[in-house]
């Protein structure tokens, strides 16, 4: 695994309320959150988790997202979305193989179409979900932003189980938390100086992996709650570092790019 780095960066940040995050809590109380997106390097071809918001988001967010834009604000500058970055850090977009989606919502789909060689990997229920979702859920999604045409996709459904590994080595496993949405995954990366659970939404912040709080945005209540007691015990087992999807006080502290796990 010394060949394979975790790097962190970060699209920006949203501005949302606090029941968004923590349900019930703090309700009409403005709260922002990091936007964060990670990169892979593996000799079998790069891996890119989410991206993070569109490039568009940082020019007219208003035309792209809609009225939801007036309700979950991205703070982002020109030049923060993925791609962008991924070559302003010397990496070559044309390298990355996979984009892996943990879910399909706004603030997740920055990667999607971005890279010419990549395919992506998504629970089929996500995509599926995402493109007929519940009315109360709808406003999360950009339809734009999946749903066309020559795409590449490896729909993962419940014939792969809750556990897939990416490349058959062990490095990169996909592993099926609902909760926060239908079809929601999380990560498993093991690199060179150690394991790393990348939680995603299944725990926006460590007031959910610790128990202290509901997630505010969710499908299901019991499938979020399962999902982390399932993700703890992943975690303990691989003694992995725990990186929640959109902590605000723990993102400063952790090693960002050029840094890397």
Known sequence: ????????????????????????????????????????????????????????CATDPQAHWGPIADVFVPRMQAGQDCAAQMRAAGFDPADVRTVLLSHLHLDHTGAIGMFPNARHVVQRAALDYALAPDWFCAGAFVRADFDRPNLDWCLLDEAWGDFFDLYGDGAITCIRSPGHTVGHQSFLVRSGIGATLLAIDAADTMDHWEHR????????????????????????????????????????????????Y
């Open 1 to 56: 695994m010394s060949d394979i780095r975790l790097h962190l960066f970060q699209t920006g940040t949203l501005g949302c309320r606090r029941q968004d995050i923590y349900l019930n809590q703090g309700l009409g109380e403005p709260y922002e959150i990091p936007v964060p997106w990670y990169l892979i390097t593996h000799p079998r071809g790069h891996v890119v988790i989410d991206g993070g918001f569109p490039g568009i």
């Open 213 to 260: 709080a509901l997630p505010g945005a969710v499908t299901s209540v019991t499938d979020a709650v399962r999902s982390v007691a399932k993700l703890r015990a992943v975690a303990d087992r691989a003694q992995a570092r725990v990186i929640p999807g959109h902590d605000p006080d723990l993102w400063p502290t952790l090693a960002q790019h050029p840094a890397f």
